[in-house]
């Protein structure tokens, strides 16, 4: 069974702070996606990494992906109240069409 | 592109009652998937169809939900005799397979509560 981790759990940090989260597995996928979820709402896709060592950048967001396929992380500078939300990531597996989410990280920017 | 729609957005229901949700992917995906959200939790995954094939079913699907997409287009999930451990959020995402590691997108959910 392929499982993701994510850390931390939970994060409360003060507008303007910078933060990295973690998304783990010692299982390889073949891609890797990041969504942000607020309350009472859908997963919302921020990017999907696909190469081993691929960064990109979404406006203050940088996303990694690892060079073995097995983990990435998400880095925003400056954060601002309007990034607070649920951070999952979701790995697609070498075969099959199963996604797998991790369990999420909390994140509370506060002004 | 109206993106992914699920209706109801609640339903509350008392236990025992059988209930239905419906999911509406985005018109040019072929691939449909259902999740179930608790509180804290990511997604876990239900169901997918390919067109109106259902390729796979998670263990947590038990004999009482069953899933349809009988055209390829929109489906339902149907939960008969609902128990209070079913309550939690539906989630319906669809994708385009016509090349590899193309991303799911969803729907705002169904959020079930059982009394």
């Known amino acids: 069974t392929q499982l993701l981790e994510q850390s931390p759990q939970f994060l409360s940090i003060q507008e303007g702070e910078n933060l990295t989260v973690y998304c783990n597995s010692s299982?390889?996928?073949?891609?890797l996606q990041w969504y942000r979820q607020e309350p009472g709402e859908g997963p919302v896709l921020l990017v999907t990494?696909?190469?081993?060592?691929e960064v990109k950048k979404l406006k203050r967001l940088t996303f990694q992906f690892g060079d073995a396929r097995k983990d990435s992380s998400l880095h925003i500078t400056a954060a601002q109240p309007g990034d607070t939300g649920l951070y999952l990531c979701?790995?697609?597996?070498?075969?099959?069409?199963?996604?797998?989410f991790g369990p999420g990280t909390r994140l509370s920017v506060l002004p | 592109d109206t993106g992914v729609s699920q209706d109801p957005r609640h339903k509350i229901t008392k236990r025992g009652q059988n209930v239905t949700f419906r999911c509406d992917p985005i018109?040019?995906?072929?691939?449909l998937y259902w999740y179930r959200q608790t509180l804290g939790q990511g997604p876990e995954f239900l169901t997918y169809?390919?067109?109106?094939?259902?390729?796979?079913k998670s263990r947590l699907l038990s004999d009482r939900f069953s899933a349809e997409r009988p055209k390829g287009s929109f489906s339902t999930l149907e939960i008969q005799r609902t128990e209070q451990g079913d309550s939690a959020m539906y989630l319906c995402?669809?994708?385009?397979?016509?090349?590899?590691?193309?991303?799911?997108?969803f729907g705002d959910g169904t959020r079930l509560s059982i009394l």
């Open positions: 995402a669809s994708s385009f397979q016509g090349a590899r590691n193309q991303p799911q997108h």
């Open positions: 299982s390889v996928f073949s891609s």
């Open positions: 990494v696909v190469t081993g060592g």
């Open positions: 979701a790995g697609a597996p070498l075969y099959g069409q199963n996604f797998v």
């Open positions: 018109s040019e995906h072929n691939r």
């Open positions: 169809f390919q067109n109106e094939a259902q390729l796979e």
